[in-house]
Nanobody, 128 residues
Framework: QVQLVESGGGAVQAGGSLTLSCALS????????MAWFRQEPGKEREGVAS????????YYTASVKGRFTISQDNAKKTLYLQMNSLKPEDTAMYSC?????????????????????WGQGTQVTVSS
């Protein structure tokens, strides 16, 4: 079992930066893949970035590539999402997720169906 707790959301102006953190607690197995998703009210959850723990390979959705960076601090058991050059369209509830499946495709894509463990989410609001 894996527990995830996000922090770091808030309100910023366009062009600003935020760093989201996701504290990881594992009780039975360590995840192979971790990811960040976001969701706006009335819309489907979107995969923003993913990470395959073993290889360090990363994936970003096209709209955030070059602006967001996913990373992990193993010692602190924390996943991060560094968000730069934020745009109003980045406004959403951001959630981290973990998969303990060996065959998860972190680093290649980010699909909701692959992730069993989810944090509660943290709100990011970007004003123009």
């Amino acid at each position: 079992q894996v527990q995830l707790v996000e922090s770091g959301g808030g309100a910023v102006q366009a062009g600003g930066s935020l760093t989201l953190s996701c504290a990881l607690s594992t009780y039975t197995s360590n995840p192979y893949c971790m990811a960040w998703f976001r969701q706006e009210p009335g819309k489907e959850r979107e995969g923003v970035a993913s990470f395959y723990v073993g290889s360090g390979r990363t994936y970003y959705t096209a709209s955030v590539k070059g602006r967001f960076t996913i990373s992990q601090d193993n010692a602190k058991k924390t996943l991060y999402l560094q968000m730069n050059s934020l745009k109003p369209e980045d406004t959403a509830m951001y959630s981290c997720a973990a998969s303990t499946r060996l065959t998860c495709r972190g680093g290649y894509t980010a699909h909701v169906s692959e992730y069993l463990y989810w944090g509660q989410g943290t709100q990011v609001t970007v004003s123009s």
